[in-house]
């Protein structure tokens, strides 16, 4: 059981170009996050997605789109990276729904982006 | 809204020392967890806590869950190097299945 896996764990990338994040899952949960983790501010939702086919802002979405390609996987995309998109990001994932459940969130294993 | 704030930021104890980390928000969540993220790794989770008044015992660690289920506390007795990193409390939004995190503590126990 692999749990939640990310691909790639580090990354460099110059100021305008994209580069896409992968997340997969083999628990069979529903729910899938995305995070970034920057010094001092905790973790900050980008999107999440509650069920395959649907996904939906979190606090800081600016900058990123995602797509919830199946049940298993949940990719983050970096359409022109800026300095400021330099963090740490980190998929999860849940079995819980709205109202329901433990709320219990496994995360991946981080991406470590530069965007110089 | 609904905010987590963690007390204190940073803490550097010996080994064997007591500790207590603090989560408080001015709301009321149906449930708190508290994971601990070693470097370079991503979050853990340690326990859940759902009752008001509830506390959970998970070796050295002790969880207690405010009586109006506004605020949470860590307490880890003799501590160990094994003990370093960077614990988050975290709660449910209202409602949904998305979760707020706390700023976290960034506990470092030396030998």
């Known amino acids: 059981n692999a749990g939640v896996t990310q691909t790639p764990k580090f990354q460099v990338l110059k100021t305008g170009q994209s580069m896409t994040l992968q997340c997969a899952q083999d628990m069979n949960h529903n729910s899938m996050y995305w995070y970034r983790q920057d010094p001092g501010m905790g973790l900050r939702l980008i999107y999440y997605?509650?069920?395959?086919?649907?996904?939906d802002k979190g606090e800081v979405p600016n900058g990123y789109n995602v797509s919830r390609l199946n049940k298993r996987e949940f990719s983050l995309r970096l359409e022109s990276a800026a300095p400021s998109q330099t963090s740490v990001y980190f998929c999860?994932?849940?079995?819980?729904?709205?109202?329901?459940?433990?709320?219990?969130?496994?995360f991946g294993p981080g991406t470590r982006l530069t965007v110089t | 809204t609904q905010l987590l704030e963690q007390s204190p930021q940073f803490l550097s104890i010996q080994e064997g020392e007591n500790l207590t980390v603090y989560c408080n928000s001015s709301s009321v969540f149906s449930s708190l967890q508290w994971y601990r993220q070693e470097p370079g790794e991503g979050p853990v989770l340690l326990v859940t806590?759902?009752?008001?008044?509830e506390v959970k015992k998970l070796k050295r660690l002790t969880f207690q869950f405010g009586d109006a289920r506004k605020d949470s506390s860590l307490h880890i007795t003799a501590a160990q190097p094994g003990d370093t990193g960077l614990y988050l409390c975290a709660g449910p939004l209202y409602n949904t299945d998305k979760l707020i995190f706390g700023t976290g503590t960034r506990l470092q126990v030396f030998p």
């Open positions: 806590v759902v009752t008001g008044g």
């Open positions: 997605s509650a069920s395959e086919g649907t996904t």
């Open positions: 999860a994932s849940s079995e819980a729904t709205a109202g329901f459940g433990s709320y219990e969130q496994y």
